[in-house]
């Protein structure tokens, strides 16, 4: 098992350029399912998440060749519809390959998945939708066991908007007979990527990115294949507001490029309110060098366009340096201030009170060991560690290599002082 090292405080400067979008590329993998041809994408990120779905869209008979830099997938050759438990149980976006098979085999078998323990996430809202299409869902066995005679289009209104529900369901309803309508769909720009790209193999879905969806169902007797056959998936908003807030945390001048800004408006608005400088291009966002400390402010996670859950650990690190009290309030997962204890091992004042977090920012923190629980809380201890006095260790960084691609190689190429090495 590996951990990293970091000595602080760090310094930054120069560009660094972030990968493609995870929460873009799952859903889009696992949407190749529906289209019986060959598909290639390039640079996809070299993430053990993505490594293991792979292996479940081999395991369900799709030919793989290449490496990530250009993956090509034949999906022609699938014919087996059980995601077994012992590829599925590593992660939770596996749930996604039930939409894809129920619509073009009409049965599936997927294992309820596993993944980060930072709360529940029941799949409930996606089996209901499932139900309304025609679908026939038993649990057996810690197993969703769906089938049908052909799924028909249907309007479904979402209890909430769930990024996962809303993807398996667009992707269900391809081969589905008629129009499907979601409506308080999830928002994000992961669903608009995932829009794009069945579009691309000729689907027609209109208002991803707003409430409303509508998949125009089509026969799959009649699919041709796309002459178009390659795919560049956005790239990941999450992983780019990480190095802003790095850049931010150690006061540095940092260019991250290789993501559209738009897709990070509720971090810049924040992260303006705090007192941060910004210029922005088509693809890139580069942070101004400032002496003074950022300013605190309140915060509450919530769906898209609203503040990213996936960003609260990171964001509460820099508040826990910056001047003042800061109020972070966690509305989407219940488990998600793992963090808390390890920043505070390292000098940050923060203080718990259910689903809120309240900081007091301090000067100076402090290194010490301490251990990742999930993937966002790890890369909030990266960030402490930055600016800690001394030495670092951080363990369990699997967690981290489930979402940063060469984490540790990107901020040593903006000069700061970490290496990886055997726990």
């Given amino acids: 098992m590996d951990k990293l090292v970091i000595t602080g405080p760090n310094t930054l400067s120069g560009e660094v350029r972030?990968?493609?979008?995870?929460?873009?590329?799952?859903?889009?993998?696992?949407?190749?399912?529906?289209?019986?041809?060959?598909?290639?994408?390039?640079?996809?990120?070299?993430?053990?998440?993505?490594?293991?779905?792979?292996?479940?869209?081999?395991?369900?008979?799709?030919?793989?060749?290449?490496?990530?830099?250009r993956q090509v997938i034949e999906s022609q050759t699938i014919t087996h519809t059980v995601a077994d438990y012992d590829l599925v149980r590593k992660m939770r976006a596996s749930i996604l390959v039930l939409g894809p098979l129920l619509s073009r085999f009409k049965k599936a078998k997927v294992s309820l998945p596993g993944g980060c323990a930072i709360g529940s996430r029941p799949v409930d809202i996606h089996l209901t939708g499932l139900e309304q299409m025609g679908a026939e869902i038993s649990?057996?066995?810690?197993?969703?066991?769906?089938?049908?005679?052909?799924?028909?289009?249907?309007?479904?209104?979402?209890?909430?908007?769930?990024?996962?529900?809303?993807?398996?369901?667009?992707?269900?309803?391809?081969?589905?007979?008629?129009?499907?309508?979601?409506?308080?769909?999830?928002?994000?720009?992961?669903?608009?990527?995932?829009?794009?790209?069945?579009?691309?193999?000729?689907?027609?879905?209109e208002g991803a990115g707003s409430e409303t969806i509508v998949i125009e169902g089509r026969e799959i007797e009649d699919y041709q294949k796309s002459d178009k056959s390659d795919y560049q998936i956005i790239g990941d908003r999450i992983e780019a507001s990480t190095y802003l807030i790095a850049a931010l945390m150690t006061k540095s001048k940092v260019r991250v490029s290789g993501v559209n800004p738009k897709h990070l408006r509720s971090v810049l608005d924040l992260l303006r309110e705090m007192g941060a400088k910004f210029s922005e291009g088509e693809d890139y966002i580069e942070t101004e060098r400032f002496s003074h400390n950022l300013k605190g402010v309140e915060v509450e996670t919530a769906p898209y366009p609203g503040f990213p859950t996936d960003v609260q650990a990171q964001v509460m690190t820099l508040m826990g340096i910056s001047q003042g009290n800061s109020l972070v309030s966690e509305h989407i997962f219940e488990n998600r201030f793992m963090h808390v204890p390890e920043l505070v091992r390292m000098g940050m004042d923060i203080r718990l009170e259910g689903k809120k977090a309240y900081i007091k920012g301090v000067e100076h923190l402090s290194c010490a060991p301490v251990m990742c629980t999930d993937l966002r809380a790890s890369a909030a201890l990266v960030l402490a560690a930055l600016v800690a006095e001394g030495e670092s260790h951080i363990n369990r960084i699997y967690h981290l290599d489930r979402g940063y691609e060469n984490l540790e190689q990107k901020l040593h190429q903006l000069g700061a002082k970490v290496k990886r090495v055997k726990a």
């Fill in 18 to 69: 972030v990968s493609a979008s995870k929460n873009a590329t799952l859903p889009i993998l696992a949407a190749s399912i529906l289209f019986p041809q060959k598909i290639v994408f390039n640079h996809l990120p070299k993430l053990s998440d993505i490594k293991f779905f792979l292996e479940i869209l081999k395991s369900l008979g799709a030919e793989l060749q290449g490496d990530l830099e």
């Fill in 139 to 205: 649990i057996e066995k810690g197993y969703v066991v769906a089938t049908t005679q052909g799924l028909k289009g249907a309007e479904i209104s979402l209890a909430f908007p769930s990024v996962g529900a809303t993807e398996n369901l667009m992707m269900a309803a391809v081969w589905a007979k008629g129009k499907t309508v979601i409506k308080n769909a999830a928002r994000e720009p992961e669903i608009e990527d995932l829009a794009n790209f069945l579009n691309q193999f000729g689907t027609t879905i």
